[in-house]
């Protein structure tokens, strides 16, 4: 039997490989062939195989094609094949053209293009199918950048996941996924005024906790707003909790207007029994508390609800509450005759962790504590830290998962420094044993995770909007609920133009702001700005985003030199300290903000100036540290990740000239 990767001499052009490497396709990028290890090799080592061995797969090379054995392929267990346009190669069930892909249903991962520019290569990974019972390894988060609090169900096929949004405008992405490890954005369950009305929240005030559920064909997603959130002084506008629903989850105009509940709290959750009494669990501070407001008290409590009109038809009982202070993101499923209750305990910070309780009489106890509470931990020694959170979501072949939130602080030295992702979606494999869930084993969420079926995806961080069409495209957010229609996208052709209104970036109400979260580092964001400031203290740009209180713009304004207004680049950092730069009096200009694991770099090129001078490097203007961009407010709390954006602002007037974005982009 072979031990490594396996191929015979070239010249036979016929390739030889153990059965562990398992050869598929994808239909959209027919021209990248890799085989990837169902299981680890004892070695890593080329070596030469016997063609006769049972354990060998054969696959056939034209003479135009040749095998490429880097470094990085061997030691990561991925081999590559290259052919030449208008050649083909087979293995087993698969055949990969270069011009074009034999059908062949399913095992399909989307890869990007690679550097093989001159050759076509075709992906071949692991398998997909979720069917299959093989051990893969995937990697985390799931859901990249800012989407903490995920929420996941299962209908038919389909898995979807939503998370929190806080104070940004539409409310509640809504991600769909066939297997739990590649997701895409579908939509916004709150894309309306008189669904959500945010207006000058804190930071982190906003939509807290989503969850998802689906029951006799109709979605529910149930929530609940923030107006004010002021931990620091134990200043809170308790809201009340409300759900919104739908027969069809891909279209953003068919959620239906909010259904209040009698109850306040945040961490809303909607359990439907046997019987068909529904119940709704939620959290808020014991009612004999105390005194002190240092004491955290937070406790889940429950009630059966008339879902019709919100109405609360028994009194809430406090079915939780934990020694830290803290148990919130309350989940009730029921399995077996046993009801199970998931919470999130010890707050969201580094004591965050993950609590079971289980009940055979009912969702109002009482409950027994599992014997291997916490479910899993993740210390601060771990890549993946601040764990918890989490849901859990049964897949049609009998496999359970969960999904928690998690931070990727970054590690240097013996410190860490904090995440400019925020709390993102991590997903671990679940099991059962004697009527309790198992998570991952007992161990630490990790960035790399085994499980049923696993992949991994290769996440381009490659994204770009060149504004075609009449409709901005999804992914794209404003700080608040928007009071009035100050963009279009017709005014030019395939360009954004942003009217800007009288609030500045710094001020809690909503400016003319368009915001997309970070998903990745290093990262290059990158615009091309024509705007013409008809009067000082007007200004459009692009901007590095924490909150209003910690952010970092650079654009373009006008400024007084000499008795003469000209026009002029302006970087703000978040002390507000400016630096200035006159460019052209007309033209475009294209800003740029640099991503690194440590710092943020701003700067621009002046298109007109440059045609001229066939200068093509960029001016920098600012470095600033990521710890720097991450400080937490005065007031409110950080909840939520790192966004860039584009911005026009007046300061306490409107800007009569248009700013006209001509793209904008991810590199």
Same mark, same amino acid.
């Given at each position: 039997?072979?031990?490594?990767?396996?191929? /015979?001499?070239?010249?036979?052009k016929? !390739?030889?490989?153990?059965?562990?490497?398992?050869?598929?396709?994808?239909? &959209?990028?027919?021209?990248?062939?890799?085989?990837?290890?169902?299981?680890?090799?004892?070695?890593r080592?080329?070596?030469r195989?016997?063609?006769?061995?049972?354990?060998?797969?054969?696959?056939?090379?034209?003479h135009?094609?040749?095998?490429?054995?880097?470094?990085?392929?061997?030691t990561?267990?991925?081999?590559? +094949?290259v052919?030449t346009?208008?050649?083909? /190669?087979?293995?087993?069930?698969?055949?990969?053209?270069?011009?074009?892909?034999?059908p062949?249903?399913?095992?399909?991962?989307?890869?990007?293009?690679?550097?093989?520019r001159?050759?076509?290569?075709?992906? &071949?990974?692991?398998?997909?199918?979720?069917?299959?019972?093989?051990?893969?390894?995937f990697?985390?988060?799931?859901? %990249?950048?800012?989407? %903490?609090?995920?929420?996941?169900?299962?209908?038919?096929?389909?898995?979807?996941?939503?998370?929190?949004?806080?104070?940004?405008?539409p409310?509640?992405?809504?991600?769909?996924?066939?297997?739990?490890?590649?997701w895409?954005?579908?939509?916004?369950?709150?894309?309306?005024?008189?669904? +959500?009305?945010?207006?000058?929240?804190?930071?982190?005030?906003?939509?807290?906790?989503?969850t &998802?559920?689906?029951?006799?064909?109709?979605f529910?997603?149930?929530?609940?707003s923030?107006?004010?959130?002021?931990?620091?002084?134990?200043?809170?506008?308790?809201?009340?909790?409300?759900?919104?629903?739908?027969?069809?989850?891909?279209?953003?105009?068919?959620?239906s207007?909010?259904?209040?509940?009698?109850?306040?709290?945040?961490?809303?959750?909607?359990?439907w029994?046997?019987?068909?009494?529904?119940?709704?669990?939620?959290?808020?501070?014991?009612?004999?508390?105390?005194?002190?407001?240092?004491?955290?008290?937070?406790?889940?409590?429950?009630?059966?609800?008339?879902?019709?009109?919100?109405?609360?038809?028994?009194? %809430?009982r406090?079915?939780?509450?934990?020694?830290?202070?803290?148990a919130?993101?309350?989940?009730?499923?029921?399995?077996?005759?046993?009801?199970?209750?998931?919470?999130?305990? @010890?707050?969201?910070?580094?004591?965050?962790?993950e609590?079971?309780?289980?009940?055979?009489?009912g %969702?109002?106890?009482?409950?027994?504590?599992?014997?291997?509470?916490?479910?899993?931990?993740?210390?601060?020694?771990?890549?993946?830290?601040?764990t918890?959170?989490?849901?859990v979501?049964?897949?049609?072949?009998?496999?359970?998962?969960?999904?928690?939130?998690?931070?990727? *602080?970054r590690?240097?030295?013996?410190?860490?420094?904090?995440?400019?992702?925020?709390?993102?979606?991590?997903?671990?494999?679940?099991?059962?044993?004697?009527?309790?869930?198992?998570?991952?084993e007992?161990?630490?969420?990790?960035?790399?995770?085994?499980?049923?079926?696993g992949?991994?995806?290769?996440?381009?961080?490659?994204?770009?909007d060149?504004?075609?069409?009449?409709k901005l @495209?999804?992914?794209?957010?404003?700080?608040?609920?928007?009071?009035?229609?100050?963009?279009s996208?017709?005014?030019?052709?395939?360009?954004?133009?942003l009217y800007?209104?009288p609030?500045?970036?710094?001020?809690?109400?909503? *400016?003319?702001?368009?915001?997309?979260?970070?998903?990745?580092w290093?990262v290059?964001w990158?615009?091309?700005?024509?705007f013409?400031?008809?009067?000082?203290?007007?200004?459009?740009?692009?901007v590095v985003?924490w909150?209003?209180t910690?952010?970092?713009? &650079?654009?373009?304004t006008?400024?007084?030199?000499?008795?003469?207004?000209?026009?002029?680049?302006? +970087?703000?950092?978040?002390d507000?300290?400016?630096?200035?730069?006159?460019?052209?009096?007309?033209?475009?200009?294209?800003?740029?903000?640099?991503?690194?694991?440590?710092?943020?770099?701003?700067?621009?090129?002046?298109?007109?100036?440059?045609?001229?001078?066939?200068?093509?490097?960029?001016?920098?203007?600012g470095?600033?540290d990521?710890?720097?961009?991450?400080?937490?407010?005065?007031?409110?709390q950080?909840?939520?990740?790192?966004?860039?954006?584009l911005y026009?602002?007046?300061?306490?007037?409107?800007? !009569?000239?248009?700013a006209?974005?001509?793209?904008?982009e991810?590199?």
């Open positions: 039997m072979c031990t490594g990767l396996n191929v /015979c001499h070239e010249k036979s016929t !390739l030889i490989l153990p059965s562990y490497l398992l050869p598929l396709t994808h239909p &959209i990028c027919p021209q990248r062939l890799l085989f990837r290890p169902t299981t680890t090799p004892r070695s080592a080329v070596t195989c016997s063609r006769g061995s049972d354990d060998l797969r054969k696959i056939a090379v034209p135009q094609c040749r095998l490429t054995q880097n470094r990085t392929a061997l990561t267990g991925w081999l590559y +094949l052919c346009r208008g050649t083909s /190669c087979s293995a087993g069930n698969v055949r990969l053209n270069a011009r074009r892909l034999v062949h249903t399913g095992n399909l991962k989307v890869v990007p293009k690679t550097k093989f001159p050759a076509i290569v075709l992906s &071949i990974v692991q398998r997909r199918n979720m069917a299959s019972s093989k051990t893969g390894t990697a985390n988060p799931v859901l %990249p950048g800012f989407n %903490p609090d995920p929420s996941v169900i299962r209908a038919g096929n389909d898995f979807f996941c939503v998370t929190s949004s806080f104070e940004y405008f409310g509640v992405p809504i991600y769909h996924s066939k297997d739990l490890i590649k895409v954005l579908i939509g916004h369950a709150l894309t309306r005024k008189s669904q +959500l009305d945010i207006k000058t929240p804190e930071p982190g005030g906003g939509v807290w906790a989503t &998802i559920r689906y029951h006799n064909g109709n529910y997603i149930i929530t609940n923030f107006d004010r959130y002021r931990p620091q002084t134990d200043d809170r506008v308790w809201p009340r909790g409300f759900y919104v629903k739908t027969s069809n989850i891909w279209n953003d105009s068919s959620w207007d909010p259904v209040y509940f009698d109850q306040v709290g945040f961490d809303f959750d909607l359990f029994d046997d019987d068909g009494v529904v119940y709704l669990s939620s959290c808020y501070r014991k009612i004999d508390r105390s005194p002190d407001p240092r004491i955290r008290d937070f406790a889940v409590h429950i009630s059966t609800v008339d879902l019709k009109s919100g109405t609360l038809t028994s009194r %809430p406090m079915i939780r509450d934990s020694v830290s202070g803290f919130e993101g309350s989940h009730i499923f029921k399995r077996n005759g046993y009801y199970y209750l998931f919470t999130a305990e @010890g707050g969201t910070e580094s004591g965050h962790c609590y079971v309780t289980r009940s055979r009489e %969702p109002f106890g009482p409950w027994e504590a599992a014997p291997h509470n916490p479910l899993w931990r993740n210390t601060t020694y771990d890549d993946i830290q601040n918890g959170h989490c849901d979501v049964e897949d049609s072949q009998g496999q359970w998962w969960a999904m928690c939130l998690g931070v990727r *602080p590690r240097e030295g013996s410190s860490w420094r904090a995440s400019v992702f925020g709390r993102e979606s991590m997903l671990l494999p679940v099991r059962w044993e004697n009527d309790w869930p198992i998570f991952n007992g161990k630490a969420v990790a960035l790399r995770m085994e499980a049923p079926n992949y991994i995806l290769e996440d381009d961080k490659r994204w770009r060149d504004f075609t069409g009449i @495209g999804l992914g794209w957010y404003r700080k608040n609920t928007p009071v009035r229609q100050d963009f996208m017709t005014a030019r052709s395939n360009e954004l133009t800007g209104g609030y500045t970036l710094s001020m809690p109400a909503c *400016p003319t702001l368009f915001l997309r979260k970070q998903k990745h290093p290059v990158e615009t091309q700005l024509d013409q400031p008809e009067a000082l203290r007007v200004e459009a740009g692009t985003w909150n209003h910690c952010y970092a713009s &650079i654009g373009i006008l400024v007084e030199r000499d008795g003469q207004l000209q026009r002029a680049i302006r +970087l703000t950092d978040p507000k300290e400016v630096k200035e730069a006159i460019i052209s009096e007309q033209g475009a200009v294209k800003l740029i903000i640099e991503s690194t694991e440590t710092s943020y770099q701003l700067g621009y090129r002046d298109i007109s100036h440059d045609a001229h001078e066939a200068n093509e490097s960029w001016t920098w203007l470095n600033i990521t710890q720097v961009m991450t400080r937490a407010p005065e007031v409110g950080p909840f939520t990740g790192m966004m860039m954006g026009s602002f007046g300061e306490m007037q409107p800007v !009569l000239s248009p006209h974005f001509a793209y904008a991810f590199r």
